[in-house]
């Protein structure tokens, strides 16, 4: 707990009373011999968005994968409105209302654009119509291709559909990883965009990005990942004006 | 400088090159020549046989002799009339359906749509169907009556268990077969024929619920271990695990009988309210339990496929990370699949055992499994019709042949009808819509054809 009040301590914003969602307690993991991740402390509020920012192999993703439920930490804690998580496996996460667009999108490739979102519904006896009305207001896109293959669409309108599918769950809390990995640069503002209107409508991101610049400009509050350990954090426009960071990840060092 | 200008010479000349494909390289004649090869080794294989003084006695016959030719001709001409003919053929068809439709007033192609859309005519040609199913055989040889029971029927459910393992989950099972002698060996147990004495001895008919719940436990008892595996080491484990039921059920002779297996099982009867009946060696009244059985499971199946079991199935088949990150439990799942698929072997051992009357280990060689699958997949996975018309034509095929043909030439002829629908048909006679879907989409590059893997990058 000490951790929580050291992070909100530095961020400093005036929100810093609002309910604490999801929390990391020093949590620490591992493959086979090799320590990915050295103690991550990390702090998601409710309605908040963050970012979570680092070159390859900071451990962005074994973070996001570790608070899904797809790895398990060996020391330390993931806890979800002050509820132990870890070791939780991932399909009951789910349950509790995390909802996990993974990385590379992986949509259901031979089902249509309807089918996998019906399939995004799947911890819901039946399919709420109102979900399904609310992922075509915010993708358009979709509602013109809902009968066609979903392998078929774009690598950008895949996206829209993995986060689509995942927020047919109703997700308190949506665990987005490099939503912006191999689109082009409209496409990816388009997704932002969305992404922060998902937010106003009351979903609470962790947004994992290698796009410091675009992450940072969408979140509330953001974390530097180096080498499996936070190396930054505080509010988004500290961080984007943070000469280290400009430095190291907005490739203005050399300038 | 002079090097220079030779690599520029040279560049575009090689790229026309690499652009070029040779005309007997492009896909067309790829499979001329597959079929070629095909034909050749019918020939080799069907053609005369080898003696010990003249060792080349076998190929010089089989390349002089006319059968060369009739197995040539026969590869080639289902390559040229798939290739050339193809398309005016369909044209005529679609034509001669047009015709038809206009003449009769309707729109082309409604029978389809209003099949689907009217449900009392579906469920009237169900009936129909299932009418004829009844009547039919009893108009049969008596040989073809056996056939139908002890093969077709068995396979049949055999095979529709499997669909569930391979085709919705999609899970590679090459030791299906097994389960069925577990079902066999239950019967055997259970009506006391083996040589351990069974707690009571059963009625067939309660055997039924007992060795398919036997079936459910060694599905899943294989299944906990070995489904954190995936494709091709799941196939190995599953074709392991049908070699351990085999080697038991052979050298165990303390509990299974060893060699000798078990004799003398008694037939299916019914002693119940003032109805007493025995099924007995005749094949139509264990046809009639067959199909009862079959119709049975095929209604629990399609139920199972068009509820969230069987959406969970098509997602884990589709992409197991997606699937658990949408909330799909993929081991409880997969597990399910597994006993699931199981269970009708229970049923068909039982049937069959009591049927035939005798079991030994013989009866369940790995031929079988391997068989089990090619009906599955010749008939189109996932695709409960498809896999009834896979399993019947592959069943009849050998036994239609056995009057013609060198009966130990049989299942080459099967190989090779395997080998050509392999090549200008992978969906299957009548294949599901789904596999349809992933083939096209492979084929358009942006899928994956094969039914059991996962896409790369999978999970730690």
Known sequence: MSTTTELRKDTGTPDSAEETLLELCSMHVFYGAIEALKGIDLTVRKGEIVALLGGNGAGKTTTLRTISGMLQPR????????????????????QFGIGHVPEGRR????????????????????????????????????????????????????????????????????????????????????????????????????????NATQALGLANRGYVL?????????????????????????????? | MSTVDTSQNLTPSAAAKLRRTAWYRTERYTRLWAMIALGLLLALVTGEQGNTRDIFYSITHTLTGVNLWVCLGATVGVWALREFAA???????????????????????????????????????????????LVVPSGLERSWQTVLVDQIAIFALLAIGLNVVIGWAGLLDLGFFAFFAVGAYSTAFWTGRLPVEPPVVLNNFWVIPVAVLTCLVCGVLLGAPTLRLRGDYLAIVTLGFHEIIYLVAKNADGITGGPQGARLIPDFSIDFAGIEYTWSIKPLPYWYLLVFFIVLVIILFSRLEHSRVGRAWTAIREDEIAAAANGVNTVQFKLMAFAIGASTSGVAGVIFTS?????????????????????????????????????????????????????????????????????????????????????KLAEEGSGDADATSEPAGGKN
């Open chain 1, 75 to 94: 020391q330390g804690e993931v806890r979800y409105r002050g509820e132990r998580i870890d070791g939780i496996k991932s399909h009951e996460l789910v």
């Open chain 1, 107 to 210: 949509v259901f490739a031979a089902m249509t654009v309807r089918d996998n979102l019906e399939m995004g519904a799947y911890r819901f006896s039946s399919v709420d119509p109102a979900d399904m009305d609310r992922v075509f207001t915010l993708f358009p896109r979709l509602a013109e291709r809902r009968s066609q293959l979903a392998g078929t669409l774009s690598g950008g309108e895949q996206q829209m559909l993995a986060i689509g599918r995942a927020l047919m769950g109703e997700p308190e809390l949506l665990l987005l990883d490099e939503p912006s990995m191999g689109l082009a640069p409209l496409i990816v503002q388009q997704i932002f965009e969305i992404i922060e209107e998902i937010n106003k409508q009351g979903t609470t991101v962790l947004l994992v990005e290698q």
């Open chain 1, 226 to 255: 180096e080498t499996g350990s936070v190396a930054m954090s505080g509010p988004a426009a500290e961080l984007l004006s943070d000469p280290r960071i400009r430095e190291a990840y907005l490739g203005e060092g050399a300038a």
């Open chain 2, 87 to 133: 398309t005016p053929i369909k044209g005529a068809v679609s034509a001669a359906r047009g015709s038809a439709a206009a003449a009769a007033g309707g729109p082309v192609g409604s029978l389809r749509a209003r099949f689907q859309a009217d449900k009392r005519l579906r469920l009237g040609a169900y009936a129909v169907l299932l009418v004829l199913v």
């Open chain 2, 355 to 439: 049927k035939y009357g005798y079991i030994n280990p013989e009866v369940f060689p790995l031929l079988q499994s391997i068989l089990i699958l090619a009906y599955v997949i010749f008939g189109g996975m996932g695709s409960i019709p498809g896999v009834l018309i896979g399993t019947a034509i592959l069943v009849w095929l050998p036994e239609a042949l056995k009057d013609w043909v060198d009966p130990s030439d049989r299942y080459m002829y099967l190989g090779a009808l395997l080998v050509v629908m392999m090549i200008y048909r992978p969906q299957g006679v009548w294949p599901s819509r789904r596999r349809q879907r992933e083939l």
